[in-house]
């Protein structure tokens, strides 16, 4: 008689903890890339602004040279237009890299999502119905107005792209909820949920988009939020890596969830504002007049077309103009002219950096305005100046009118204080 001997051991649990350190190791090497792409999107995007402020500058002054002219004037007026549609391109860059400028302040979704529905409506094929449904709360969040006006314009046109050409519907719902949400879609695929750490213990407001289109694939569902990467022929894969960027910029949380064949619910979580806050209202700048002085405006940047299109706007709005390629020479010319009201000062410089520069300058003159000038936001720029605040930013590319009214503001508030 054959008899068997043998043991058995239950690995279960270490069959569990192996499958959750594959885990943890893919969610680590997808932040590690998620990163690198950020910083690298960032950095294209600044480099980009630099050269859209050369154009767009020139094209102005050009603009303004030919005043009352009809030849050339049209050429002109496209060249501007194609430097904006380039500048909403990057804006969409620094929006998934995180650098986008942004205006943080308390607003209605509701109120939001109301005042979009004819304008996303337009934008569909009559075959594509969609349905909004803002709800019968007021929703509350802290952000950025236009930024969310983007993300819910490409959650949208996501889904449009999804239905194609046949007949379909676009459902877009908000509501307070917690982060369970309502799994609507049996045996879905799905993301996970990003950000969830931003909103633990929070009341969130909760955006869902819901289409019925051709749905995604695993493969396909792990990859969208990545710039550049897109399923379409003729997509340029920036519009769901916007929406990544704009709600990490939100302190939010989004997840995904899909099937093929079956469609796809886009969730976005937002922090919930308890409490309604009055917007700080902000002054009207007076434009510079022509008959006022002549103020002094030392401009420092070490890229020579973004300085000699500067110079020339500074020109035509009749102020004295000091020039510096560096760092070291704006300090020189800063020391030996005592006239010298205003700096425009770029961030981004070899050697001496402008935050190196706006500190040496602040221990020779405490009075001297310092406007800040970079291809990042605003808020990007503040957070390295904790101590003393520069008296203002400028985000390229900036336009005439805006370089204008900036000095004007601060000029005008530093005659105030004398």
């Not at 993300?151 to 007949?167: K, M, Q, S, T």
């Not at 300085?307 to 020189?332: C, H, K």
Request: glycine letters at 8%.
């Amino acid at each position: 008689m054959l008899e068997c001997v043998g043991t058995w051991t239950d690995i279960s649990d270490e069959v569990s903890l192996n499958n959750e350190r594959e885990m943890l190791n893919w969610q680590i090497q997808k932040a590690d890339k998620f990163e690198s792409l950020s910083r690298m999107a960032g950095g294209i995007a600044h480099d980009f602004n630099n050269l859209l402020m050369a154009i767009q500058g020139n094209a102005e002054v050009a603009r303004h040279i030919q005043s009352g002219q009809a030849q050339g004037r049209e050429q002109i007026d496209r060249i501007l237009e194609s430097t904006q549609r380039a500048t909403r391109l990057t804006e969409q860059i620094l929006a998934f890299s995180g650098h986008a400028a942004s205006l943080n302040r308390p607003l209605r979704l509701d109120h939001l999502l109301v005042a979009c529905g004819q304008t996303l409506r337009d934008r569909l094929p009559p075959a594509i119905q969609l349905d909004l449904d803002p709800g019968n709360e007021a929703l509350r969040v802290r952000g950025d107005e236009k930024q969310l006006q983007q993300l819910l314009a490409n959650l949208v046109e996501n889904a449009r792209e999804a239905i194609g050409e046949d007949p379909g519907l676009i459902q877009v719902r908000l509501a307070q909820e917690d982060l369970e949400g309502d799994p609507t879609l049996e045996d879905a695929l799905e993301t996970g949920l990003v950000g969830e750490d931003n909103l633990r213990g929070r009341a969130a407001v909760r955006l869902s988009v819901r289409d019925n289109g051709c749905g995604m694939e695993q493969q396909v569902l792990d990859r969208i939020f990545e710039p550049f990467y897109t399923t379409n022929f003729t997509g340029r894969g920036l519009g769901l890596a916007a929406v990544y960027g704009i709600i990490q910029g939100h302190g939010g949380a989004l997840r995904v969830r899909s099937r093929p064949g079956a469609g796809s619910l886009f969730e976005v979580y937002l922090p919930l504002e308890s409490e309604e806050q009055k917007p700080v209202d902000i002054p009207e700048p007076k434009p510079h007049g022509r008959d006022a002085k002549h103020p002094t405006i030392l401009l420092v940047d070490d890229e020579a077309p973004v300085r000699e299109v500067t110079r020339q706007m500074l020109e035509m709005l009749q102020y004295n103009t000091l020039i510096a390629p560096s760092g070291q020479r704006a300090l020189d010319l800063f020391r030996a002219n005592r006239e010298i009201q205003c700096v425009l000062l770029d961030m981004m410089m070899p050697g001496m950096d402008g935050k190196e520069v706006f500190e040496r300058m602040r221990s020779i003159r405490q009075d001297c305005r310092v406007v800040i000038c970079s291809g990042y936001s605003r808020e990007d720029l503040e957070s390295s100046f904790r101590e003393s605040a520069p008296a203002g930013y400028l985000q390229k590319p900036y336009s005439l009118e805006q370089l204008s009214s900036t000095l004007a503001e601060i000029l005008l508030a530093a005659d105030g204080d004398t």
